[in-house]
């Protein structure tokens, strides 16, 4: 059933989106002291704070609260809301002792009262800082997609590359670590994370030819200091640098982390997934080998960075079809296992301590490759490998089935919660210069003819699906007559939240996908919905975003 709370909703955003926008002009701190982060708090949350990217390290997207549950959801109603800063904009809130802490587009961050919404201080950088607007996509300026939190810091990686440590009580800079130049293209979109007392991040802006790779890098919370750096791309020389054959360093881009990580303290291993080679297709790069570790999860040991295993997925992926999204860490038929869906719609199941191959279910909607069942293996298909200004159809199209977007579990109904968005696509790689600084970005390569929702979902351009890890089944699927706005998430109380690009916000029953509650916000949600507790209330924070409309809006039920 749809319940609509539209009237009730715009009568509350009357009072509290001003409330939002008067408070979001103040700079001044309120100093308030916070309980220090520790390794425990981070392995096992309290069920009222939300401390990390999932809220969990096992990447989860699972909250056990159920005071919102199956049977008072219809009940919930907007309590107050709080206007972010412009630009392009896919938060993720943390709570922690009552605050909410939210990083906003130009590398800010806020915290604010969880219950009321009142800030209490908020970190603006010189700008004289900041970088330029976005690049890549040409959207306004960006924000990270996460922060982290440890101890008495709140950790924010920049768009200029830097990490930022910020007091949760003040505001104020710890420390300001410079990890890599701007002026090559490196950048953060994403935040860190914390596994085993050690900061660990992955670099993206990985697409300019020069003599460097992109990495993965491990930080002292205390000071910022590097403590070790993986580099994602092979090198000539190295173990598996014949994978990009005789191209140079200088040649070997992408392999970029742009998601966070997860972690798994009885293994020590944090596991971060890199992207796809650059330029995208092999025609395009010149280069036609697996390009190791592009496309790649690398199981890496938290206090050193030394690779303990890695499993490519797509050997010399040519389609910008890239594995880069979170890694989802169950506990299965006695088996440690990682869980991993990229744009192919494929779910990889791989033992997460040796890295072995277990399954592979693939939803259906992509016609590029072949998976063997029983060894993991790739084969693209006949007249699928790109050819220098040849057209070419493929499904799905670069955005992929599903996108940056997380899934959520839920242990008890066992299922993976996935929105997703299938496509078909048309049009032509071409040839690329290897020029040192190419901006490949201005130049991609590709050259779109038209893109389309996949014929098998014509009707209905996006859906929240129901995926039993065990076997590949949908057991449901809630179908949408727009795209999926934000991340999944499952609660104690049997829900699952989704959302549209319609601006519908979405609470639906988790055995059966009975949409329980519904209503239409101010924008779409762009981010990573969470729910908390403060005094024993429940609350759920969903951002949204649309560069001069971004905000978060948080729900709960009546007192």
């Known amino acids: ?72 959801a219809h009940r919930l109603q907007l309590v107050w809301s709080w206007q972010l800063g412009r630009g392009l904009s896919q938060p993720t809130p943390l709570v922690h002792d009552g605050v909410l802490f939210i990083p906003n587009p130009d590398n800010v961050v806020q915290a604010l009262d969880a219950a009321t919404g009142d800030q209490l201080w ?42 930022v440590a910020l007091n949760t009580g003040t505001g104020d800079v710890a420390w300001d670590h410079t990890v890599a130049d701007r002026s090559l293209g490196y950048r953060y979109t994403s935040g860190p994370i914390v596994a085993r007392g050690t900061i660990v991040a ?46 140079p360093l200088m040649y070997r881009a992408g392999a970029d982390s742009w998601i966070p990580g997860s972690y798994d303290p009885e293994t020590n291993l944090t596991y971060w997934s890199t992207s796809q080679p650059k330029p995208w297709a092999r025609v395009s790069r010149k280069n036609d080998g697996d390009a190791l570790y592009s496309n790649s999860v690398l199981a890496l040991a938290p206090e050193t960075g030394e690779l303990e295993w890695f499993y490519q997925f797509v050997p010399g992926e040519t389609h910008d079809l890239d594995e880069v999204f979170e890694s989802v860490l169950i506990d299965h038929h006695g088996r440690r296992s990682l869980f991993k869906m990229g744009k192919m719609g494929i779910l990889w199941e791989l033992d997460r301590v040796t890295g072995a191959f277990v ?18 293996s790739v084969t ?25 977007r997380a899934t959520a579990y839920h242990p008890e109904t066992q299922l993976l919660y996935i929105p997703i968005h299938p496509t ?56 949408m007559s727009s795209r999926p706005g934000g991340a999944a998430l499952t609660t104690g109380g049997g829900l699952v939240v989704g959302t549209d690009t319609n601006r519908y916000l979405y609470l639906h029953d988790a055995t059966n996908g009975d949409v329980l509650f519904r209503t239409r916000l101010p924008a779409s949600v762009q981010g990573f919905p969470i729910t ?27 007192e």
Not at 128 to 138: C, E, K, L, N
Not at 380 to 404: A, H, K, Q, S, T
Not at 449 to 461: E, I, K, L, Q
Request: net charge negative; aromatic share 10%.
């Open 1 to 72: 059933m749809g319940i609509s709370v539209r009237r009730r909703f715009l009568a509350a955003v009357a009072t509290v989106f001003a409330l939002g926008i008067a408070g979001a002009t103040s700079t001044v701190a309120q100093d308030r002291s916070l309980t220090p982060v520790t390794d425990a708090m981070l392995r096992d949350p309290d069920p009222a704070a939300w401390l990390n990217w999932r809220r969990t390290l096992d990447g989860w997207g699972y909250s056990p609260l159920d005071q919102i549950n199956t049977n008072n």
């Open 122 to 163: 908020q970190y603006t950088p010189d700008p004289a800082d900041r970088g330029p607007d976005d690049s890549v996509s040409g959207n306004p300026r960006r924000g990270t997609r996460s922060i982290a939190i440890y101890g008495d810091n709140v950790y924010l990686n920049t768009s200029e590359a830097h990490i």
């Open 202 to 247: 992955g670099m993206t802006g990985c697409q300019n030819y020069k003599n460097d790779v992109c990495f993965i890098s491990g930080h002292d919370p205390e000071t910022g200091e590097e403590r070790w750096r993986t580099s994602t791309v092979a090198r000539p020389g190295e173990p598996g640098g014949d994978t990009w054959g005789d191209l």
């Open 359 to 376: 399954a592979a279910h693939d939803l259906g909607y992509q016609n590029v490759i072949d998976v063997d069942a029983s060894t993991g």
């Open 380 to 404: 693209y298909r006949p007249d699928m490998i790109p050819r220098v200004d040849v057209e070419l159809e493929f499904c799905p199209n670069l955005l992929g089935v599903r996108n940056w």
């Open 424 to 479: 078909c696509v048309t049009g032509a790689f071409t040839d690329l210069p290897q020029e040192v600084g190419n901006d490949y970005y201005a130049n991609r390569g590709w050259m779109q003819r038209g893109s389309r929702v996949h014929p098998d979902s014509a009707d209905n351009p996006g859906h929240l699906i129901a995926m039993d890890i065990d076997t590949g089944e949908i057991r449901w699927r809630y179908s």
């Open 532 to 558: 908390y507790a403060v005094d024993g209330r429940q609350y759920l924070a969903v951002p949204v975003g649309g560069n001069r409309s971004n905000a978060l809006y948080v729900f709960a039920l009546p």
